[in-house]
Structure formats: structure tokens, C-alpha cells
């Protein structure tokens, strides 16, 4: 079955970065992209970017252009995330979410790591 | 403040039929058939209810649909249910140059 398992939970000071991965199972990692989503604290969903696991190509929100990167390991059928230069308003949960496969939606998230942004 | 409109709260009785709303624009809802609906409990992560407006994933139970019309997409729950409530999100492909895909502000279902 498809699975998305990504990392622990993390506290991070202002001005840090952050890196979140997220494992890939029971599917053809290459075959499709893989988003990041967060969700800030009783806040809606918000769509930060997206990695083509195939070759690489990547498409961000251009809130988080220039300290958000998004890199895949296809040997460890993994996707990692990274935010920059952390402030408190980055305190969310982080998700991951497979492309739908014949559509356009999310059919599997990661089960969220929660980053807490503090001094 | 999100990209496309959801009434923060709707409410029904088992049994009945309730719509939630998802208002955008040209550049998204109304452009595209490419509009996905989410639920989401407390602490969990969404899980995807329908896709390309009306198409339903396998495991999703039947009493969930689609529709659009012009700028507004809608999902419909029937026979509501206890196990129904929680949040709901709405999300879209949108051709703005900012970003690529945009959500609803969320709505919120309880079941009275």
C-alpha cells in the first residue's frame, strides 16, 4: 500500500533552517510529483511547492521563493524539504502529498511534521 | 486569507443533505476543471475526497460529490452522518503566476 512517512517533529530558533524529508512506499517513486503543504495552527491549508521525482523539476509559491528548496533521492525513494531563514510564522505542520495518478488532487499525505519556530 | 471562499461553518441533522461552497475565480475554479475537495479530522492529515471536480477516488463513499458552476465548486454530502463531521477543504490548479495550486479557507461540518 502507499505510504508517505516523514520525519520527527523539530524546534528551531528564528533565522534557522529547517529540513523535513518525507519516504516514499508501495509505489513507482519516479512515476509522479510529490507536494509540500503546511498548515499553520487552526489556519488552513497552504500549497508551498511541488518536485517532479522523475527528473527533478521543481515549482514553488513565490511566498517562499528564495528560502524554500525542495530535492529528491530516487535511490531512497525520498523527498526532502527545506525553509530558510525560520520566523515564528512558520510554525505549522509541514505535510507532503502524492500526486493523484489519472487526476489533479493529493491521494496520499504524509501523516505531518509539526514545526515550531521559537527563541 | 485564502485564495478561494468557503463558508467557515455549515451544520445538518443526520440523515440530511448539506453544500459546501468553493468560490474563486477565472484563473482557478472557473477556468479549470481541476477542483479537489479534502477532509480533514483534528490532527490528522486530509484525505482526498474528489477529484476534477466530480471524479471520486475507490475507497470514498458515494454519499460524497461534485459540481461546479461557473467560479463556484460545491460538494455535496447526503445521508450526513456522525462520522462526518470535521473539516473541509476545497483546492484548486490556478494559473496565477504566484502559485500553482490554491485551497479554501476551510469549513467546518457538525453534525447536529
Known amino acids: 500500500q502507499v505510504q508517505l512517512v516523514q520525519s520527527g517533529a523539530e524546534v528551531k530558533k528564528p533565522g534557522t533552517s529547517v529540513m523535513v524529508s518525507c519516504k516514499a512506499s508501495g509505489y513507482t517513486f519516479t512515476g509522479f510529483a510529490v507536494h509540500w503543504v503546511r498548515q499553520a495552527p487552526g489556519q488552513s491549508l497552504e500549497w508551498m511547492g511541488w518536485i517532479n521525482a522523475g527528473n527533478g523539476n521543481t515549482k514553488y509559491s513565490q511566498r517562499f521563493q528564495g528560502r524554500f528548496t525542495i530535492t529528491r533521492d530516487t535511490s531512497a525513494s525520498t523527498t526532502h524539504m527545506e525553509l530558510s531563514s525560520l520566523r515564528s510564522e512558520d510554525t505549522a505542520v509541514y505535510y507532503c502529498?502524492?500526486?493523484?495518478?489519472?487526476?489533479?488532487?493529493?491521494?496520499?499525505w504524509g501523516q505531518g511534521t509539526l514545526v515550531t519556530v521559537s527563541s | 486569507q485564502s485564495a478561494l471562499t468557503q463558508p467557515a461553518s455549515v451544520s445538518g441533522s443526520p440523515g440530511q443533505s448539506i453544500t459546501i461552497s468553493c468560490t474563486g475565480t477565472i484563473s482557478d475554479v472557473g477556468g479549470y476543471n481541476y477542483v479537489s475537495w479534502y477532509q480533514q479530522y483534528p490532527g490528522k492529515a486530509p484525505k482526498l475526497l474528489i477529484y476534477?471536480?466530480?471524479h471520486r477516488p475507490s475507497d470514498v463513499s458515494n454519499r460524497f460529490s461534485g459540481s461546479k458552476s461557473g467560479n463556484t465548486a460545491s460538494l455535496i454530502i447526503s445521508g450526513l452522518q456522525a462520522e462526518d463531521e470535521a473539516d473541509y477543504y476545497c483546492?484548486?490548479?490556478?494559473?496565477?503566476?504566484?502559485?500553482?495550486?490554491?485551497f479554501g479557507g476551510g469549513t467546518k461540518l457538525t453534525v447536529l
Open positions: 502529498a502524492k500526486d493523484l495518478h489519472g487526476g489533479t488532487g493529493f491521494d496520499y
Open positions: 476534477d471536480v466530480s
Open positions: 483546492s484548486s490548479y490556478s494559473s496565477s503566476s504566484t502559485l500553482e495550486r490554491v
